[in-house]
């Protein structure tokens, strides 16, 4: 497990929860790859619908890559307008109340600041009036609310604000999501490299053991374009590699809302520690913390939360973010792979989009009529080509 915030913060029973694995099977009714919150938020709405022999497959530990490093964010106001229509926020963000309410993890409802310079204030005004229009509660606050509401930030200016927004613990919900599939028959097993999609999407090949299916979802994050080439379609989904990094726990209420400037964004855990980053590197599956990158967000930090400035960033870390050319999760059934289906392509929004995700695939895979804000994001925009010999 990677040495992260969360994995810092975690309990023995939860870190040994994604750490266990379980025998690997000769067969399964759907093999799910990938254990980040998509594959598990997939293989949870489908054991929910009846779905019997479930396995789920990952090369490392349960939200070892992109979910396990991501800043946990549920933002559904910050970015209704960059959704394909505010609909899917909406009901995202309802989803993910009903989890939260089932499974445990550290849900904080802070709210979200987006300080603007004077000239900008026109502009989020008018984005305080769409998101407004979309459903969800936005403002635009003067310097002295700005000040009250965020005593350590240094901003005379006017801010857009989501009093709704929040995070969570990724591994924390990732834990209570595994132990409930666990406990209901599923098989997570871990440790397993997958090497090949058989092209029908009916067995999966991983470490040279055969598994026959009787679906296959891919959901692999980044990786996904890797698996899903051998059936005839790669999706322009591709790594975007982002910088985060968090102290020891500081006292509640250092930070009181998730703060977002321009490159990066700042929080405090439940748990107390600070954090912040969110850089966008396109490195290709480079691994590591750019010492350059580190050395901008400890810049902006101390500009914004000059009080602040001599705090510690005891953990630093990466993760390879899956970003869609169009910036829209691609879900569904892999045009030209028979049982094969793929849910992946989320980039900054998998946390927040991942319940969503798991119970469209559902719906699709049980031969349900589609919600129409779903059409936008099948696989069948992006067309197929001759797979490989």
């Known amino acids: 497990m ?9 309990a023995t029973a939860q870190r040994e929860e994604l750490l266990a694995s379980d025998t690997l099977p000769a067969v399964a009714d759907v093999v799910v790859v990938g254990a980040g919150l998509v ?63 089932e499974f445990p993890c550290d849900y904080v409802s ?52 989501c009093p709704d927004d929040g995070s969570i613990h990724p591994l924390r919900l990732a834990a209570a999501i595994s132990s409930w599939l666990r406990s209901r028959g599923v098989r997570i097993c871990l440790g397993e490299r997958v090497e090949r999609v058989s092209r029908g999407g009916t067995a999966v090949l991983a470490r040279g053991s055969r598994i026959e299916a009787g679906a296959v979802v891919i959901a692999a994050g980044a990786w996904t374009p890797l698996l899903t080439r ?85 953990a630093r870390w990466s993760g390879f973010r899956p970003r869609c050319d169009d910036l829209h999760p691609v879900i569904g059934r892999v045009p030209g792979g028979g049982r094969a289906y793929v849910s992946a392509g989320h980039f900054r929004k998998g946390i927040l989009l991942a319940p969503l995700s798991g119970e469209l695939l559902a719906r699709e895979m049980a031969g349900e009529d589609p919600w129409e804000p779903a059409r936008a994001m099948r696989p069948g925009r992006f067309p197929p080509h001759d797979p490989p010999d």
Request: proline share 6%; glycine share 12%.
């Open 230 to 314: 051998v059936l005839g379609w790669s999706p322009p989904i591709r790594p975007v590699r982002g910088v985060l990094m968090a102290t020891e726990a500081f006292l509640p209420g250092t930070l009181r809302t998730v703060v977002v400037g321009d490159r990066y964004y700042y929080w405090q855990l439940a748990r107390g520690p600070l954090a912040g980053g969110g850089s966008e590197e396109e490195v290709g599956f480079e691994r590591g913390v750019s010492p350059r990158i580190a050395a901008d967000i400890e810049r902006d930090w101390a500009e914004r939360f000059p009080e602040l400035a001599g705090v510690s960033f005891s």
């Open 2 to 10: 990677r040495d992260t915030v969360w994995s810092r913060t975690l």
């Open 110 to 161: 802070s709210g979200l600041l987006e300080p603007v310079a004077g000239e900008q204030a026109a502009a989020a005004a008018e984005r305080a009036n769409r998101i407004r229009r979309a459903g969800f509660r936005a403002e635009m606050l003067g310097a002295a609310d700005v000040q009250g509401l965020e005593p350590q930030l240094c901003h005379a200016g006017p801010a857009l604000h």
């Open 39 to 101: 594959g598990l938020c997939a293989a949870l709405s489908l054991r929910r619908r009846g779905a019997g022999r479930v396995v789920v497959l990952d090369r490392g530990a349960v939200c070892s890559e992109a979910s396990g490093a991501s800043a946990g964010g549920l933002w559904p106001a910050h970015e209704c307008l960059s959704m394909v229509c505010p609909e899917v926020a909406r009901r995202a963000a309802a989803m993910h109340t009903r989890l939260q309410d």
